[in-house]
T-cell receptor, first 112, second 112 residues
Framework: GEDVEQSLFLSVREGDSSVINCTYT??????LYWYKQEPGAGLQLLTY?????DMKQDQRLTVLLNKKDKHLSLRIADTQTGDSAIYFC????????????FGKGTHLIIQP | DTGVSQDPRHKITKRGQNVTFRCDPI?????LYWYRQTLGQGPEFLTY????????KSRLLSDRFSAERPKGSFSTLEIQRTEQGDSAMYLC??????????FGSGTRLTVV
């Protein structure tokens, strides 16, 4: 079945860029999403990219998509302590029925 | 409209009891999803409504689980004869199309 894989942890220094990586297996994915989850909270949509795009930038966030390798990344520029959270990659294959398939999430740890 | 609302935020119940959760989606969203998230995992799809029609149910949704969306607005998720393995965060999301699912803050269920 479909699978979305992420590294479990990423540690970066405050002010550096964070790059969170994700791989997926479903070649029919049409949309790919990045969500942020803070402790005890629901998921906040950060950004998404349509599968016919290879890059999307939104303020400090840059999403890169390599459809050939089924690899998605989220770059957070000038990482701040408020960026500390779990980041989930998710894909959607269309058809409207199956919802999103999520990875297990990457814990972003910010070092002062 | 302030987003997707879920009630209650927390529920502690004894094993074998029934519980019901409510989700109020964003009013103009016709799609509503239920997900379950256990510790250290990403959310897993449970079921999906388009308006009042339940169009898809995951194999994770056992016979003890039932969801309704009677008027195409709010939805309820009921779990009968709860088991300890049902302890999780239950997340509701809504969307208009596929341009981003908005999640609620979730209902955390603890079965003791």
């Amino acid at each position: 079945g479909e699978d979305v894989e992420q590294s479990l942890f990423l540690s970066v220094r405050e002010g550096d860029s964070s790059v969170i990586n994700c791989t997926y297996t479903d070649s029919s994915s049409t949309y790919l999403y990045w969500y942020k989850q803070e402790p005890g909270a629901g998921l906040q949509l950060l950004t998404y990219i349509f599968s016919n795009m290879d890059m999307k930038q939104d303020q400090r966030l840059t999403v890169l998509l390599n459809k050939k390798d089924k690899h998605l990344s989220l770059r957070i520029a000038d990482t701040q302590t408020g960026d500390s959270a779990i980041y989930f990659c998710a894909d959607y294959s269309g058809g409207g029925a199956d919802g999103l398939t999520f990875g297990k999430g990457t814990h972003l740890i910010i070092q002062p | 409209d302030t987003g997707v609302s879920q009630d209650p935020r927390h529920k502690i119940t004894k094993r074998g009891q029934n519980v019901t959760f409510r989700c109020d989606p964003i009013s103009e969203h016709n799609r509503l999803y239920w997900y379950r998230q256990t510790l250290g995992q990403g959310p897993e799809f449970l079921t999906y409504f388009q308006n009042e029609a339940q169009l898809e149910k995951s194999r994770l949704l056992s016979d003890r689980f039932s969801a309704e969306r009677p008027k195409g607005s709010f939805s309820t998720l009921e779990i009968q004869r709860t088991e300890q393995g049902d302890s999780a965060m239950y997340l509701c999301a809504s969307s208009q199309l596929t341009d981003g699912y908005t999640f609620g803050s979730g209902t955390r269920l603890t079965v003791v």
